[in-house]
């Protein structure tokens, strides 16, 4: 397993080079303890895990809490945690890699909160990818907490017939993932 920082890169290809054909994006978080005002009890965080779907720019198709499966059925959410409590990963997307869309080059992997609540309100947070042996290849961890509503993740891009996982770690104003598109393109 690999600790990625913010901008380093992975190739999904198995030990021996053979491009990896299915993963699993699995994102946790947990509610600070001090999130909301004081004495009030802070509401519980609502997070999202979405992959937005992108060719040439263009936005082409999304997986998320409304829409659990892209068109193509190369991605699948595996539903909705509300909370954010309990152990391991909240939220799961899984990406068959060999079915996705020819056109479709990149698909980047999102956080935003439903609620409109800042991530400085939560813990914990992370991004991993897990191979289809639930190997984890690879975790992004949110070490501070970030003064937006959503937080660009990680993107796949295709290179020849394999795909690149990139550490982004960056807040975006968003907070459902069809608002995502504008605030998404500088990662493209």
Not at 102 to 124: A, C, K, M
Not at 140 to 155: D, H, I, S
Request: charged share 25%.
């Amino acid at each position: 397993m690999i600790e990625l920082t913010k901008g380093q890169e992975l190739v999904l290809v198995t030990d021996d080079g053979t491009p990896l054909k299915r993963i699993r994006m699995g994102v946790g978080w947990d509610k600070a303890r001090n999130a909301g005002f004081a004495g009030t009890g802070a509401p519980d965080i609502d997070l999202d895990a979405s992959a937005v779907s992108f060719g040439d720019g263009q936005l082409l198709d999304a997986a998320f809490y409304n829409n659990l499966t892209s068109r193509d059925g190369s991605v699948v959410h595996l539903g909705d945690n509300l909370t954010g409590s309990g152990e391991g990963d909240d939220e799961e997307l899984t990406v068959d890699l060999e079915k996705v869309h020819p056109r479709i080059d990149t698909i980047v992997f999102l956080v935003s909160s439903y609620q409109g609540h800042e991530l400085e309100w939560i813990r914990n947070a992370y991004c991993r990818i897990v191979d289809e042996n639930d190997v984890e290849l690879a975790r992004f961890t949110l070490t501070n907490g970030v003064p937006e509503t959503g937080m660009a993740m990680a993107k796949l891009s295709r290179d020849g017939d394999r795909w690149r996982l990139r550490a982004i770690g960056e807040g975006i104003k968003v907070k459902v993932p069809t608002e995502s598109v504008a605030a998404l393109r500088p990662y493209l």
